[in-house]
């Protein structure tokens, strides 16, 4: 709880300082990474609208870009009130905009194929609508002998093109 509070309120003061965003970025990826409480921590510590900011702010940054997907992904898995904050927050579109700038990364391709699944639930129109489907179907094109981004660009792809 108080390392996650430390850590959001550094990247708070310090949105511009790229090494300190992507360090914080990567630590929360760790923390959130199968752990629900470090998930709810983040969440609570308004770690959602910090990692997009961070990523707003420093798009050109890969580490910044490819931790903010992963800990995106990790914090909508199987909660409905997290995938509304990244939503809320124009979570959406910072996320097709790090696909479209970072085509190489397939693990950052990955991690925002498995946002979208999280948030087609109840977001499944607006991912359409900033071009997340279309992102997805390119990123299983790019890497196309990638077996987990298949596997996961896939099962995205079927929640997004599910009719209402």
Not at 19 to 40: P, V
Request: glycine share 6%; proline share 1%; charged share 25%.
């Amino acid at each position: 709880g108080n390392g996650i509070r430390t850590i959001v309120s550094a990247m708070q003061k310090n949105l511009f300082v790229a090494e300190i965003q992507a360090n914080a970025c990567l630590a929360l990826s760790n923390l959130a990474w199968d752990n629900i409480n470090g998930r709810e921590a983040i969440a609570s510590a308004n770690g959602v609208p910090a990692v997009i900011g961070a990523m707003r702010h420093h798009l050109a940054t890969v580490d910044v870009q490819e931790s903010g997907v992963v800990i995106l992904s990790y914090l909508a898995e199987f909660n409905d009130s997290h995938c509304r904050s990244i939503a809320a927050c124009d979570g959406i579109q910072i996320v097709v905009t790090a696909m479209k700038q970072h085509r190489t990364r397939p693990r950052l391709q990955r991690f925002a194929a498995l946002l979208f699944k999280h948030l087609a639930k109840h977001h499944r129109v607006a991912v359409r609508d900033a071009g997340g489907t279309k992102m997805v179907k390119r990123a299983m094109k790019d890497f196309g002998n990638d077996a987990n981004l298949q596997w996961d660009a896939d099962r995205a792809l079927e929640q997004l093109e599910k009719e209402e």
